[in-house]
């Protein structure tokens, strides 16, 4: 009984609030477009990775689709 209120009392985490955080990069050869890189690991993908919601190397969850700037 007392290892079960010992339990209880502990704080919850979120797994959501674990997985890191980041955006997607634009990546430019000669002015060129030529994918984007993950802002948290610096892996670099094709155009379409903008689509992703997760990066496929490190598995963080992209806040915007795409950093334009």
């Given at each position: ?61 992209m ?7």
């Amino acid at each position: 009984a007392a290892a079960a209120e010992i339990i209880d009392r502990q704080p919850t985490i979120d797994p959501e609030s674990l997985r890191p955080h980041g955006r997607w990069i634009r990546v430019e050869y000669n002015l060129k477009p030529v994918g984007y890189e993950c802002g948290c690991c610096g892996s670099v993908w094709p155009e379409y990775a903008k689509f992703f919601a997760y990066c496929p190397y490190c598995g963080a969850k992209m806040e915007d689709e795409s950093d334009e700037s």
